[in-house]
């Protein structure tokens, strides 16, 4: 009688903590995996070149302005006077929720590149 209350008192302690480990592993699993996309779009969005060799590798931008106070709205801290003749193109990448900013010229050339966190 004794074996089958420490067996139900193991199961008791060892399900919890499987759930728990499955749990976090697949955590780390999804962030690894936005993490890589997020520095995969970084990489390819190097200043000077046109904004259309990341379009073509990732799809179209989520958010797409050249409203500066949209800008300021994005996630990340800007300087309006920086925004100023600039267009934001914005990846979204999750979970967790991160964004891929991308700031260009008139002409669609690359000039700053920063992620955030939503």
């Known amino acids: 009688m004794q074996v089958l209350d420490m067996k139900k008192i193991l199961t008791a302690i060892a399900a919890p903590l499987l759930l728990i480990t499955c749990l976090y592993g697949g955590c780390q699993i ?13 990489a390819s969005a190097q200043p000077g070149h046109p904004i259309s060799e990341v379009i073509a590798r990732f799809g179209q931008p989520s958010l797409h302005t050249d409203d500066v106070e949209r800008m300021g ?4 801290p800007v300087n309006p006077t920086f925004c100023q003749g600039k267009t934001l193109h914005q990846y979204y990448v999750s979970p967790p ?8 010229d008139k002409n669609g050339i690359i000039l700053f590149v920063n992620w955030s966190r939503s």
Do not use: P
């Open 97 to 104: 929720c991160r964004w891929v900013n991308i700031y260009t």
């Open 73 to 76: 709205n994005g996630g990340a």
């Open 30 to 42: 999804l962030e690894n995996r936005t993490q890589d996309k997020v520095l995969a779009i970084i």
